[in-house]
């Protein structure tokens, strides 16, 4: 099926992106019934100002962020509200849900930074999925590597991405209510351009109104991003509500699972069933 579809694909334009972090956080481990729904090859459609190669990581940041970012204020527990990102699925059936962030300092290693990533997906009531990400800390603020430590067979070389954290919403007390955050990846070879591009919004809030959302848009693009939003399929709003109805959400500090990384949910199994890597564009 993985063949066939590669090979009726057209090219990836620029800001065509590979299955990476959730797949690089979530698709890579589940069974392959699950993977028939996503699947979709093609190109995503991108606009006139779309950049060919990933902008400098220092330059999409805001003033703020680049002279005050403080990470002890980026500790703690956001809510994804919205997205583009192409690893988290939004079609009917395995829409994505309750996206939730825990970031805390790596108790082994004081230059990184762990991201418990959380969120609810599947058909039949569906399960919570539990990914235990890394960051390497740089000097400069704000400014991350992030690492998939999974064994996932169908995209084995999407490994270091850049992730920056473009601007910050400050409270009366200091601490951060938002935070926006971008992550891009060139392919190995330069002349093909960005390989993944992403953007996600997180809130200290799992439900905010529209207005606050549209404050982060609009610092988005202040900040040149505003073409990741707008190419296909655009920005994706995140169901919280039905976790917070529900109050379904994992524990702050659960284990992984169901993330394709080694000894969580079936990434064995896929291991073993996969017999060789593909690349999806979606």
């Known amino acids: 099926l993985l063949r066939a579809a590669q090979a009726s694909a057209p090219p990836s334009a620029v800001c065509a992106v590979s299955v990476p972090l959730v797949m690089g956080r979530l698709h890579r481990a589940l069974a392959p019934w699950a993977l028939l729904a996503w699947a979709r090859i093609a190109g ?4 006139d100002d779309c950049p060919k190669r990933c902008p400098a990581q220092e ?4 003033p703020y962020v680049k002279d005050h970012f403080d990470i002890s204020q980026f500790w703690g527990v956001f809510y994804e509200v919205a997205f583009h990102d192409s690893t988290q699925p939004t079609n009917p059936l395995f829409t994505a849900a309750c996206q939730r962030s825990v970031k805390s300092p ?8 762990k991201d418990l990533f959380s969120l609810h997906i599947g058909p039949f009531g569906g399960t919570n999925a539990v ?25 084995p070389n999407l490994t270091d991405i850049a992730n920056t954290v473009v601007d910050v919403g400050v409270a ?10 971008f992550q891009c990846k060139e392919f190995d070879d330069p002349t093909k351009g960005i390989r993944f591009a992403a953007v996600n919004f997180y809130h200290k809030k799992p439900l905010i109104d529209k207005d606050e959302v549209e404050v982060m848009i609009a610092r ?10 707008d190419a296909s399929p655009g920005m994706h709003m995140v169901d919280q509500q039905s ?3 529900k109050q379904d959400y994992p524990a702050q500090d659960a284990d992984p699972s169901w993330c394709g ?8 199994l896929m291991s073993t069933t996969q017999g060789s890597s593909a690349e999806l564009v979606v």
């Open 220 to 229: 988005l693009r202040a900040r040149g991003l505003g073409w990741i939003i």
């Open 59 to 62: 330059d999409v940041q805001s």
């Open 243 to 245: 976790c917070v109805d």
């Open 172 to 181: 009366q007390n200091g601490t951060y209510s938002w935070t926006l955050e």
């Open 106 to 113: 790596h108790q082994g290693d004081t230059k990184k930074y």
């Open 261 to 268: 990384q080694k000894g969580s949910g079936l990434s064995s």
């Open 44 to 47: 995503a459609d991108c606009p």
């Open 131 to 155: 990914c235990d990400l890394e960051f390497n800390i740089t000097d400069s603020p704000g400014v991350f590597m992030g690492h998939w430590s999974g064994n996932s067979p169908w995209n």
